[in-house]
């Protein structure tokens, strides 16, 4: 290795953390079997049954630390007015002051992982190199699923190529002692006192999202929180979105649909690349491509079975790490609201006895997975896989499609007037909070094209930045909003969702390719029933006027939420969107 600042660094922090021994990370088989059996041997992991689930793992992590730690989330840049009203802000000399203390010696009797990766195809365009120094065996083997690690990472370094340096360590698991710090002027992460996933695989949430919307403002591209997918029409056409969602709306079952029943005819075929980053930059022909710079998927587990994701129950048969999941007697693994029949007994997440209908001293009833459990899979292992994955090319996006979680409102779909009117719809994205979140049932949270806890700087810079990138293009994407979850009077949802959602996809390509006319409303263009192919769909057309009904007195609610939401970015705001707004209320008005 003849990387000079590579080599410094490692040692700097080596002398800080104080580990046993360094081990560097190859990316080789060999490597990977010693880690796990010694991942095995020293408790870390447990290996499942290697018949039913082969090169499968079990981890538990810690009571307190099973979930992304918004609030110990910090993006230290020197002004706080960078990292803009919606982050938490911390001075890089104080946020490494402080995580230096906790750093300090914590790696004692450890050994030190140094693990090079790339986000995206090693040398690609789009590419961006990490190293990951961590002194948990578990985070190098979710690194070897979701990204790209090894020796062909550090011969594209070469003596001086350019790296985000990664410092991780559990030290005590100490939900006390726990940062999750970003220094975007560093091109530096430190994430210390955490195992759980979304904190400590840096390469995921920290780098490709929270740094690389930093970078790509920098270099003029994309680095957003959505999946990206092809729907293969009979004749061959791919066309590829790319959608936003908020975290628990569903983007890892979009990603991977299974066509209906009703439309099985049309011969569709869905193929996926991505379920939950996208980078994208706008290539020589004016069009915006896409990569997924991940090569694993980190799904959550309840829920998922046959009839909610079967390519997900598919792609999670072998060489997958579960997560806080139930283990069962025979080795394998279950969750609320997996395949089959609840088991009689098995180990929980907690390490615990388990039994159905087991109640904790409140009377709660006790879980056999947490409810945010996870499993960390390969895409390759996934049945609808993008043959496409590999090609530093990317994929040309045609339809850009942000959502929420609306009982009313925002209408099964609708398509932006424009690019400009697009961004306002994605920066005045909203869901509602369910029963797994903290806060009041049904509350609205504004989420900003689903990256309010990922974006790495002022989020006012952050719209500036999608309305420049809207006029440096020659076709951009047309912008669309779905809500798959709206609702009828009594709370029951209009819309089945899941496969189905593919009728509504087949209308947005339509629309890209300018086949069907739009019917024009004050929030944008809604389909003509006609041009929404029903087949096999028990749905009247009433339910479709409840659907796609834009009621004016909520509509005049939402505005005053997104005035007040826009307030808090004061002069920074960009012109524009308060022209959308403007014109938004205009249109409502007449
Ligand atoms: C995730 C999230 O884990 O968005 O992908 O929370
Ligand atoms: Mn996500």
Redesign the pocket.
Known sequence: MQHKKLKDWVNKMAQMCEPEKIVWIDGSDIQKKQLEQEAMSGGEVIQLNQEKLPGCFLHRTAKDDV??TEHLTFICTRKKHDAGPTNNWMSPRLAYKKAATIFKGAMKGRTMYVIPFSMGPVGSTFAKVGVEITDSIYVVLNMLIMTRVGEAVLRHLGKDGEFTKCLHSKAELDINKRLILHFPEDNTIWSVGSGY??NVLLG??CLSLRIASFIARKERWLAE?MLIMGIEDPNGRIGYIAAAF???CG?TNLAMLVPPEGLKVKNYRIWTVGD?IAWMRIDSDGSLWAINPETGF?G?APGTNSKTNPNMVATIKKNTIYTNVLLKPDGTVWWEGADGDVPAEGIDWQGRPWKPGMADANGVPVKAAHANS?FTAPVVNCPSASYRLEQHHGVPISAIIFGGRRQHLAPLVYESFNWQHGVFVGATMASELTAAQVGKLGQVRRDPM?ML??CGYNMADYFRHWLTMGKSMVNPPKIFHVNWFRCDENGKFLWPGFGENLRVLEWILQRCAGRVRAKETPIGYVPFYSDLDMTGLNLGEAALDELFAIEKKGWLEELKGIKAFFNQFKKDLPEELWQEYEALCARFKT
């Open positions: 979930a992304r996933g979304g995921k949430k929180h908020p975290s628990a983007k939950d980190f959550v996870r689903a806890p990922f």
